[in-house]
């Protein structure tokens, strides 16, 4: 199972290339934090389900978020919601157990202590994992130095038996040449094994955190779709002609036991006839989002250009990088247009269309 852990810097401005990015990697769930959103917001995601946790305010700050592919056998939880942590969370069924996932925002300035982080780890629950921003420093998951936060949500760890997973590096690109980039993003689990996880940076998306993904070596259960008496191949003019063919409008419906008869012929035509006019042995699966190449290559291209100014820093690389970014969301706005339009143009009363 591939996770994706992100800062988005508002959810609503990169919803596109978030989209391509999990719909092209494969991700399976995605823990968003720093969301934005208000309760007027509505955003969705082609072949996944969004669970979210607004700032409580209603203001466009803070937030979280879970994105989870359609098919993963979960439901949600209570969402956790204070001026101090805002968290979101589901749980999944996982082999022969049940493991909760949360994306989780803390805002830098509330101050924290060891006993509140304490009280918001038990809630989720005897395993999890739980990512997002922390806005702790602690070199002992790899931040560049310590401060008080970091201090209260280390103290609070090795009584409850947690882990820390991060890879070390800085998660926090600041724009500002003078700032120094840090690891502000990581996860903390309970009774996961370590030796079933991988985690890597990602130099993809245009928020000023870099992502990470985390690849978990077991597999989620997956939801088995339900049956249905017709699909898209289903031919909508036999099914007419069947009915038609087939229905009595002349009988008496006057009594009770009439009525359910009356009804229950009516429901078994139909079925009938749904069932000659549908094709057999026909798997339904799960229409995947394409791209076209130039949009993958266009994507590549902008990842090495962010790796190079994160080595560099240099205000040229910086300009480049925002370059790309502009060109990758104008093309992916184009082809959804074209997408549309399309969509639009093949539309008839004729025929099965969606």
């Known amino acids: 199972m591939l996770m994706l852990m992100l800062n988005a810097n508002g959810l609503t401005d990169r919803r596109k290339e978030l989209e391509l990015f999990i719909n092209t990697e494969n991700i399976d769930v995605a823990l968003i934090s720093e969301t934005r959103l ?6 969705k995601f082609h072949n996944y389900t969004i669970y979210r946790t607004d700032h409580p305010s209603g203001n466009s700050h803070g937030g979280t978020a879970v994105i989870l592919k359609n098919n993963i056998k979960h439901y949600p939880l209570e969402v956790y919601k204070t001026e101090k942590i805002q968290a979101t969370s589901i749980k999944i069924h996982h082999k022969n157990t049940e493991k909760t996932l949360t994306a989780i925002y803390c805002p830098p300035r509330p101050k924290i202590e060891a006993d509140e982080f304490k009280l918001f780890f038990n809630k989720l629950g005897p395993v999890f994992f739980c990512g997002g921003e922390w806005n702790s420093k602690h070199t002992f998951w ?6 008080p936060r970091g201090i209260q949500l280390y103290k609070a760890t090795p009584d409850l038996n947690l882990e820390f997973i991060s890879h070390g590096e800085p998660t926090y690109w600041p724009t500002d040449h003078n700032k120094v980039p840090d690891l502000l993003d ?3 689990s309970k009774n996961l094994g370590q030796n079933y996880l991988q985690i890597e940076k990602c130099e993809d998306l245009s928020s000023d955190h870099t992502p990470d993904i985390l690849n978990i070596y077991k597999k989620a259960i997956f939801l088995k779709p339900l049956p249905k008496i017709y699909n898209k191949h289903t031919n909508l003019d036999q099914y007419r002609e069947f009915i038609r063919s087939n229905i009595d ?3 008496s419906l006057k009594t009770n036991n009439e009525i359910e008869a009356g009804v229950e012929k009516f429901n078994s035509i139909v079925h009938m006839a749904a069932n000659v006019s549908t094709p057999k042995n026909m798997k339904s699966k799960t229409k995947q989002k394409e791209y076209p190449r130039n949009i993958i290559a266009k994507a590549s291209e902008r990842r090495k250009i962010r790796g190079e100014w994160h080595k560099t820093r240099y205000p040229f690389d910086k300009s ?3 370059r790309a970014t502009k060109e990758l969301k104008d093309i992916i706005k184009e082809h959804e247009n074209r997408c549309v339009q399309n969509h639009l143009s093949q539309l008839t ?3 099965y269309t969606y």
Not at 38 to 43: C, D, E, V, Y
Not at 142 to 147: P, Y
């Open 38 to 43: 208000t309760p007027r917001t509505h955003i």
């Open 349 to 351: 009363s004729q025929k």
């Open 142 to 147: 790899g931040s560049r130095l310590i401060n």
């Open 320 to 322: 480049q990088l925002n």
């Open 186 to 188: 990581f996860y903390i």
């Open 249 to 251: 409008l002349n009988i």
